[in-house]
């Protein structure tokens, strides 16, 4: 009886109706998960993200890589090229050694992060970027030069926000605080803010 | 040679017409951008943004588009038809608002000329509404069945199917509104309602609200919208009636369509939500300043809104439930209340700031 | 001016209705059917007599003739086209059509109430004298009309129903 007075009641003020008018409504109000992307906001990926890889300098501005080939040794699929030189310091030993050529070539690497791991000085490392689209083969090898650039993500980023996307097209550097951020995920309550 | 009093009439009467009609012919676009913005918001999205400010001229472009893109008239088609079901779509509908009253008559100042905010105030208006926009249901059944294409043709048949079902109980609560108001004319209809929201006729109670529930939901299945736009199920019929229609033509049957929705917001502002009275009365003395026709376009927006909130909610009925809808519950609700309001009228008829005073109570 | 129209409405319902019976197609035909109906209204408005064009749209147009174009668009139309308009019942028609003619004419020119002024003048304009009149002096024929209309309905709702079925 109880139940058929109910079910009445619901139908007749189309309460099933309203609360699902509710429901969008609270969808309207909630932000929208588009991001305008390759133009107006970019993702910054967490720190955990393996992309494009980095050739990496110490302080003094000196390659890190001493071209020992364990990068190549742990790919793979074979997509790193190492060829050794020793350069004009004349030091003798590991000291003098670096990279005549350093090249991977994206279309064949699966982002598995062992180079990285393998590299006994840090000199390559994965960072974010993604934007890895090309028009030719020829985008898809990386050499030395355009490797040892610096990623306008810093290495100890967070990241999980969007920002504005000319921050990181015109590679400008900024302090993390002065980004405009956009928390992904809004924090809720049992899930803790850090990943 | 008419006198120049005449031909003021004439002047005056001739501009409201192209005002309104200019109005009508401009509201799809403001409206398709709003209600994509709006989809968008439901669905999370952002609708659409690239095209000026927040996609503001989104619309203009696609009318670009529309205006170029090739005009095509199917081999088989009888081209006489399929060429003029758009107009028929379009005529009625742009034809209710003759009638509408927008405000109440204003005087212009310096020359004192008194002009009045609806093209004509006829005596049998609610009916010359009926009667118009039950014949825009031709623009569909001749579109349909002139494209020679299955899809096409029935929509046209459901569309008809759904008019004919749906123009009962819209009338009987067209029916309810005249015993609630006392006119068949509009103007007097709105004036009827006048101070307050308390004399609105959809606080009439206890029928007012049960007529305006059954007037909104026959309203929406007339102008073919979800949750009862039948006739073009994309899911069943690909785009049901206009699906061989493109370019302006389509353009206008999508208008159309637009300016129904829009008449369908008005006559329930008007027949239910006292037209352009302030709801406040004069409760709160600041907003008698308001004119009276933002009132007007406030309400109607918010049912404009409402409806294409709507659209994003609900989902589609199926057809037999449409037509069970349609004549085993809206029709015997109706009869019934058309009953229950003469009932009322006849022996108490009351609007409840009648029972407030009555109990001492007077709020303005 | 008034002339004019009436002139106007009047030739324009004539061709429609030359082009209801005269069109192959008989989509054509319900449209020149609404549009010689909708002539009708209009001088029904000419006569001072709005309620009477509305309804006339209303019911007609707005109603009656959607559920012949439901009827009508099912049809086979090229069967409909190919086969010949006069068959063996033509010749009823061919008596009865003079007939029904000589009829109306001699209605026309005979009787006294199609005298146009008079008519007018005391046709109700005012839609709540046509109500009063309605349900006063004429309720009689209206009650009559209405349970006609009843039992045609209910006769309609039982044919549609299969036999053997309660």
């Known amino acids: 009886m109880v139940d058929i007075i109910k079910t009445v009641i619901t139908r007749v003020l189309f309460l099933d109706f309203i609360k699902g008018l509710l429901v969008t409504l609270k969808y309207t109000l909630s932000r929208s998960i588009t991001l305008k992307y390759p133009d107006h906001e970019t993702w910054i990926p967490y720190e955990r993200f393996r992309g494009e890889h980095k050739l990496h300098r110490n302080e003094d501005g000196r390659e890190l890589c001493v071209a020992c080939e364990l990068c190549v040794a742990a790919c793979p699929t074979d997509c790193i090229t190492v060829v050794p030189m020793e350069d004009e310091t004349g030091r003798r030993g590991i000291n003098d050694r670096v990279a005549k050529v350093w090249e991977v070539n994206l279309v064949r690497c699966l982002y598995c992060g062992y180079c990285e791991d393998a590299c006994p000085t840090t000199a390559v490392r994965l960072s974010r970027g993604f934007e890895l689209a090309c028009t030719d083969l020829d985008g898809t090898i990386r050499e030395r030069e355009a490797l040892l650039t610096e990623s306008p993500i810093p290495e100890h980023y967070e990241g999980g926000v969007v920002v504005k996307a000319k921050y990181i097209r015109k590679l400008i550097q900024i302090k993390p605080e002065l980004w405009k951020q956009k928390d992904w995920w809004p924090a809720k309550p049992g899930r803790s803010k850090k990943r | ?364 | 001016m008034e002339q004019l129209f009436f002139i106007g409405f009047a030739f324009m319902a004539v061709v429609a209705a030359v082009g209801v019976i005269s069109l192959r197609n008989p989509v054509h035909g319900a449209l020149s059917l609404i549009v010689c109906l909708l002539q009708v209204a209009a001088i029904f408005v000419l006569l001072r007599s709005p309620f009477l064009a509305v309804v006339q749209v209303f019911i007609y147009v707005g109603a009656v003739m959607v559920l012949f174009l439901f009827a009508v668009m099912v049809v086979d139309l090229r069967r409909v086209e190919l086969e010949s308009p006069f068959n063996a019942r033509g010749i009823f028609a061919y008596i009865l059509a003079p007939i029904a003619v000589i009829e109306i004419f001699a209605v026309i020119f005979v009787s006294k109430s199609f005298d146009a002024f008079t008519t007018v003048a005391t046709l109700p304009t005012k839609i709540e004298t046509l109500a009063r009149v309605l349900f006063t002096e004429y309720l009689f024929p209206f009650e009559i009309v209405s349970v006609l209309l009843l039992v045609a309905m209910v006769a309609a709702i039982v044919m549609t129903l299969k036999k053997g079925r309660s």
């Open chain 2, 1 to 364: 040679m008419p006198s120049i009093d005449t031909l003021i009439v004439v002047g005056v009467m001739l501009l409201k017409v192209l005002i309104i009609g200019g109005a009508l012919f401009c509201a799809p676009l403001p409206l398709t951008w709003i209600e994509r913005k709006l989809a968008g918001r439901i669905q999370q999205r952002l609708g659409p943004h690239r095209v000026g400010p927040f996609g503001l001229l989104q619309p203009l472009a696609d009318m670009i588009k529309m205006f170029v893109k090739e005009d095509i008239v199917p081999a088989k088609a009888d081209s006489f038809l399929f060429k003029l079901a758009p107009i028929l779509a379009m005529a009625p509908i742009f034809a209710i608002f003759v009638v509408v009253p927008f405000g109440p008559d204003i005087t212009i100042p310096f020359i004192d000329y008194k002009v009045s905010l609806y093209i004509t105030d006829m005596n049998v208006g609610i009916i010359f509404v009926l009667a118009i926009s039950g014949l825009a249901v031709y623009g569909l059944i001749f579109g349909g069945w002139a494209s020679n294409s299955k899809y096409a043709m029935l929509g046209g048949m459901r569309s008809t199917a759904q008019m004919i079902s749906y123009e009962v109980a819209m009338s009987f609560a067209a029916v309810g509104v005249v015993m609630m108001s006392g006119s068949l004319s509009l103007v007097d209809i709105v004036t009827s309602q006048s101070g307050g929201f308390l004399n609105w006729n959809i606080l009439y109670l206890p029928v007012g609200p049960l007529w305006f529930v059954i007037f909104l939901i026959a309203g929406l299945a007339e102008m073919n919208r979800i949750p009862f736009d039948m006739p073009e199920d994309e899911g069943s019929l690909a785009a049901g009636y206009h699906v061989e229609y493109s370019a302006m033509r389509f353009a206008f049957l999508s208008l159309a369509e637009y300016v129904a929705m829009v008449s369908i917001a008005v006559l329930l502002v008007v027949f239910f939500l006292g037209g352009w009275d302030n709801p406040l009365g004069s409760l709160i003395p600041i907003l008698d300043y308001v004119p009276p026709v933002f009132w007007f376009m406030g309400k109607v927006g918010a049912f404009i809104y409402f409806f294409m909130w709507l659209r994003f909610t609900i989902p589609r009925y199926r057809y037999d439930q449409l037509m069970t809808i349609g004549w085993k519950i809206m029709i015997p609700l109706s009869l019934a209340n058309i009953l229950a309001t003469g009932m009322i009228k006849i022996y108490a008829d009351y609007r409840i700031t009648d029972v407030l005073e009555m109990v001492g109570l007077k709020l303005w």
